[in-house]
C-alpha cells in the first residue's frame, strides 16, 4: 500500500513526517535511509512518526529516526513540526498536545504568534544518564580529542548532547571535531555535538553537527543543552535567544530543577505519497 507523508521544516532543519495513527507503519533501519536520501528518496535529516499513545497520560506517540536509520530519543525541531502536523491534519485540537517518546512526555503548546512553545522537561545533568563515561557531575569535562585536550558540557534532553564554547561559529572546527566527537568511547550512545558562541548573557551562536546526521541547519534539543550548559557555567541568562544557521529559537530555563522550553516555528513545504511497498 503507498504511503502519504508531510515533508515539513523547523529553522531548516528537515523532516518526512507519517501519520501512523490512522494507519500503523513499520519502519526498518533501511527504509528510513531510503526515504531520507536525498537523491534517491524524498530526502530529510529525520523521519517522524506520530502512532496511539502507550501510556494514558499521552495524547500520540512521537517517533524519531535520523537519517543514518538509528531511532532515537527526541527532536526539537521534530516535535514542533509533529504537533503543527497533528493539528492540521485535524487529529489534535490548536491547543496543548502531549507527546510521549522513549525518553518520556513533551508538551507542544500553539503560540498566538504562530509558533510552538516545547516544554523539553528538565535537563539531565547526571553524567551516567546522558550516558557519558565521567565520575562525576561537572560544568565542564576535560576530553582529549585527536591529541588535543577540550573542554564539553554534557547534558541529556533525553538525547545525548556534547557542547564546546568556541570564539566565533564561523570557524568552529564543525566537520573536523564533530565526527570524531560524536563516536568518542566517552559517549557510549554516541553524542550530538554543539560548537557555541556567546554573543551576551542573553544570545548565543550555535551549530550542531548531529548524531546520525551530520551538520544540520538547526538542532532543537542542541539549543536546549547548550544553554543549559551556559546557564550552569554561569555565562547566560535564564532567556537566552539562540541564532542557528537556519533560524532562531528562543529558549528559557528559569530553574535547575524546573522544566526547560524552547519556542520557534514549524512549517509544512508539501505532502507527497511514496510508492507501495516502500514502507
Ligand atoms: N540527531 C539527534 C535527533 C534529532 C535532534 C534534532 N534534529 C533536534 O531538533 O533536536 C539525535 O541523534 O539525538
Known amino acids: 500500500m503507498s504511503l502519504t507523508f508531510t515533508k515539513m521544516q523547523g529553522l531548516g532543519n528537515d523532516f518526512v513526517v507519517i501519520d501512523g495513527i490512522s494507519t500503523p507503519v513499520h519502519l526498518d533501519a533501511e527504509r528510513v ?10 530526502g530529510c535529516d529525520q523521519v517522524l512518526v506520530a502512532e496511539p499513545a502507550l501510556g494514558t497520560t499521552a ?27 497533528l493539528i492540521d491534519r485535524g487529529l489534535a485540537p490548536a491547543a496543548t498536545i502531549t507527546l510521549e517518546t522513549v525518553s518520556g512526555l513533551t508538551r507542544v503548546t500553539p503560540t498566538d504568534e504562530g509558533l510552538m512553545q516545547v516544554d523539553m522537561g528538565i535537563p539531565v545533568l547526571e553524567p551516567a544518564a546522558v550516558p557519558f563515561q565521567a565520575e562525576a557531575p561537572a560544568p565542564l569535562y576535560p576530553l582529549v580529542v585527536e ?3 577540550v573542554q564539553l558540557g554534557v547534558v541529556s534532553m533525553g538525547n545525548p548532547h556534547a557542547v564546546l564554547r568556541v570564539d566565533a561559529v564561523t570557524t568552529a572546527p564543525v566537520s573536523r571535531l564533530g565526527p570524531v566527537i560524536e563516536h568518542h568511547p566517552a559517549f557510549p550512545n554516541r553524542a550530538n555535538v554543539g560548537f557555541m558562541a556567546i554573543m551576551g548573557r542573553d544570545h548565543i551562536q550555535l551549530r550542531v553537527y548531529e548524531r ?3 551538520e544540520t541547519l538547526a538542532c532543537g534539543t542542541g ?32 530553574g535547575k530543577d524546573q522544566s526547560l522550553w524552547m519556542t520557534g516555528p514549524a512549517e509544512t513545504v508539501f505532502d507527497g505519497r511514496l510508492p507501495a511497498g516502500e514502507a
Open 223 to 254: 539549543a536546549c543543552a547548550a544553554v543549559a550548559v551556559g546557564i550552569i557555567n554561569g555565562w547566560l541568562e535564564p532567556r537566552v535567544q539562540v541564532d542557528l544557521t537556519g533560524g532562531q529559537l528562543v529558549v528559557h530555563w528559569p
Open 59 to 85: 495524547d500520540f506517540r512521537y517517533r524519531i529516526w535520523n537519517r543514518d536509520g538509528e531511532e532515537v530519543e527526541h527532536c526539537g525541531n521534530g516535535v514542533r513540526c509533529l504537533a503543527r502536523f
Open 33 to 42: 535511509r531510503q526515504i531520507a536520501d536525498r537523491r534517491y528518496g524524498v
Open 212 to 214: 546520525g546526521a551530520g
Open 147 to 149: 591529541g588535543e585536550t
